[in-house]
């Protein structure tokens, strides 16, 4: 019973976080021989304000490119 945990930036459209579960619940079948009525899936959008990686938010590093365009 593979439990799939996924989080992601927000801002995807709808179709691609579709796409995105499809694919995780075909590799879960492939790879592990996982039956898909016992694969779960949970994709968390986190907000860019929230989401960091050398004490810089997606949000800031988004700021300054548009400054410097």
């Given at each position: ?6 989080s ?52 800031e ?7 410097e365009?």
């Amino acid at each position: 019973m593979p439990l799939i945990d996924v989080s992601i930036a927000a801002g995807r459209s709808p179709e691609q976080l579709r796409a995105l579960i499809d694919g995780l619940h075909k590799v879960a079948e492939q790879t592990v021989d996982a039956a898909p009525e016992n694969i779960t899936v949970i994709v968390r959008e986190v907000p860019h304000e929230l989401w960091s990686r050398t004490n810089t938010t997606i949000a800031e590093r988004n700021a300054s490119a548009a400054k410097e365009q």
